[in-house]
């Protein structure tokens, strides 16, 4: 009895940090005791070390854990089939239950097993069947219909998307919120794990109408039913879709991120890719080929590895929604593929993606990190506002990067409707428009109407000029936006009016000559976060 009791408690009381209890069902408890040596406990035959099997639950407990996640969730698409859905790198709850004996069963269902037929039936560490989510997506995408419109909304979608040879599918959640709440809750609630099930059904759905087209999509939801707050994000926002919106200060160089490994044999030329695996490769250290069986032979061949682009993004609070006195608060955002230079510094956008959580290693080459995460946001859609001022086509960007849908307004004006059309329309006929205007321009600043008529016309600016040059063929760009500078003796209101332009002005950035330095008016040197370079930044 004493021996078994020891054997018992030997195994880890958590199934999902150890492998230990799917053992269990091979590995008798009781174990066998020699009668020429007493009471020595002699380990079955297929038992592990104990420094094995302590090695082999940390790197367990590594892979499990979604923080040390350092790879796009697009990166992990590929891995899904319609035979595994699921995490690819966590057991199922399915097989946990198989293994200790117990039923499959949803945590949410009344003990019916009709979706939960066969194994990966649910998702391990939440309540996501795959099956019913799947069916619940397929009957969405097929039969959800707008107000007023007898055809399926998104089967009309991906006829367009194919046409135009488009590979993005923007998603409205608050379609799926009003087809299905219980839906909606699992795409916000778990979207590491849901998304990728969404892409499975829209290619699916792409392979019944078209199938011939070979045309692989990919989902990118926005239009959450709950905007976030930069300043109100918390511990308990992580791994969960968030939308915010911002003002972008700083846009990185696009990064190469390496997706694919090729590597090839120095000895007998023999090639082998291997995919990396949460920011790290794992370099082959044997040669498969018989005749060879070199050790640490292979080198890695870069160009013919495969890249996604990759950029860093800063957003930083908007100013209309920082409280009065506070610092604004920034984060850090991480995009992909064509998703790169969507946004500019000093544009508006509202971002949607998954609010995640890093560890901070202490050095490099060490594996060890702190206790205190570094959190940013995978950007999954980007979608700008204050779209049509002081902006003209080629500034706003190309379609088809998730930036919008067909219902989305194109500008200000067509929200505001007819009748502040009109209004404006009839406030241009003034023959004193222009005295009007200059009025009212920061009226709590009595007289100087020279002076708020000279930044009137700066603030309007002009048109943008496409310059052609007939001695080399090429062409040149002027801007019509123009900056507006003050120089005047103290009191005279220069601060008032120009702080009152820059809540005027879309982009705007105010600063003084005591606010800022010489170096900070032109341009100053500051260190990249991700390639630790120094890069050069633009002042105001």
Known sequence: PTERGTATMSSSPLPEMSSSPNRQSDVP??????PSQGHRLTPPPDATPASARSSSRGARSARSSPALSLGSPRSQRSRLSPGSLGRPDLPSRSDRDRSEGGSMRDEGSSGSNDDAQGPRATIWGTNVNTRKTQKGLYDFFKEFRQEGTDEPYYLEYLTQLVEFNESYVNLDCKHVQEWDGELYKQVVEFPAEVIPIVDLVLNTLVGELFPNSGVH????????QKENRLRDLDPLDIDKLVAIKGMVT???????????????????GATKTVQVDRG?????????????????SFQMIHNRCNFLDKQIVRLQEAPEDMPEGETPQTVSMCTWGKMVDVAKPGDRVEVTGIYR???????PRHRTVRSLYKTYVDIMHVRKIEK??????????????????PTDESNELEAAGDERVQEIVQLSQHEDLYEKLAEGLCPSVWELHDIKKGVLL????ATNKQIDKEANGGSSRKRGEMNCLLVGDPGTSKSQILQYVHKVAPRGIYT??????????????TRDPETKQFVLESGA
């Open 29 to 34: 408890n009781t174990p066998s005791a020699s």
């Open 388 to 405: 049509g001022k002081l902006q003209n086509e080629s500034d706003i960007g190309a379609d088809g990067k998730g930036m919008r849908m």
């Open 250 to 268: 700083r846009t990185s160089a696009v990064i190469p991120d390496i997706r694919v490994a090729f590597f090839e044999c120095s000895m007998c």
């Open 217 to 224: 999509v990919e989902v990118r939801p926005f239009n959450l």
């Open 512 to 525: 003084s000559g005591k606010g800022s330095s010489a170096v900070g008016l032109t341009a100053y040197v």
């Open 458 to 461: 700066q603030l309007f600016g």
């Open 280 to 296: 790290q490769i794992s370099e082959p250290t044997l040669c498969d080929v018989q005749h060879c069986q070199a050790k640490e």
């Open 357 to 363: 959580a890093l560890p901070v290693r202490d050095n």
